[in-house]
């Protein structure tokens, strides 16, 4: 019996102590691991989709809450004088959640361009979401009231070969992204003027 | 007899190095040392969680009672793991993005947990620290020389750190990578090699 609650005693205590360090490092690390996936990730996909901005999008940014969520919302200001902003949204796919980041010209409505951010599809097949121009190019300039789905599902997206999945499940997150761009419209609006 | 501190420390380094002479701990070895900078990536997270487990399980020896050790050691261990991925996603992003699901899985590195058992529960802090100050630096030899052997046969060039790289192709012209080398079948043969030629040193 006593050696029963030792044992009880020393696992709980160890556990607790763990617990209580690895939340102690993970708040204290949580910012700069946010600079770094902006660095790394959402940086490259903002710097592709925004390339012909005359402002930095990375710095000009803010948060927008929706509902219970926070979202960061990036400002490229185009050569022509209008505004384009950029947005992450998820999608399920194959091997997990896909990000895509979605940026939106203001001004005519349409789609700048999207670039995946973070993924864990198949190399060589959902993989190609990422890279491959024939099939991400293919959401650009589509205007923000369109419905984005793959052919299968009635839409205009040519899903990528073999990977129907993943090609459904970036389609998922730029509607969504679309809808929700659409729903914030007026606050987007504002906040940008 | 006890041993002096000197000879706790050397043992990792020759008699008794992980991959090369234990043939331990090959699920890493094999997985991440497609560059010499992963390999000393990998081998510095190991180095950072074995000491830090010896240390704490030798520490906690008189508290542990034996029938759950393995659960306490796995606590101990995991915690570090979990620390070291927060770390690296905080300050070597790069490098964290290129290990990926290895760094988690040091978790289950039978060298970590093996000198837990084997050593640390049994001997003094001092001695303890020294044991993994051992072994994780001949484990992070082991995977340099690996990733130096693989990134040199299958790029042809040797990146130090960062931007400090060196191409085999300004020593010898006409030197044609041997891409296999990088790929998983690669791994095999070059630690192959590897054993065989550490075999016929230490005979």
Redesign the interface.
Known sequence: MN?LV??TV??TG??TI?GG??AA??SG?AD??AA??L??VKGPAIRSIMAATTNNPLEDSFQLSIGEEEKTVFIGSLASGGTAVAFEEFGRGFGGDIGVMVGINMETETILGTAVTVHSETPGLGAKAKNDRSFTSQFEGLPVSATVAVTQDGGQIDAISGATTTSRAVCEAIAQALERYQMLHADLQKTVN | MAKTLKQEFTKGLWKDLPPFRLVLGLCPVLGVTTTMENGLGMGVATTFVLCGSNLLVSLLRQAIPPRVRIACFVIIIAAFVTVVELLMQAYTYPLYLKLGVFIPLIVVNCIVLGRAEAFAYKNKVSSSVADALGIGIGFTLSLSLLGSLRELLGNGSLTIWGDLSYSIIDVVPSFQPFTFATQAPGAFVCLGLMLCIINLIGK
């Open positions: 050696e030792r044992m020393v696992l160890l556990a763990a360090v690895l490092v993970h690390t700069r691991i770094q996936q660095e790394y």
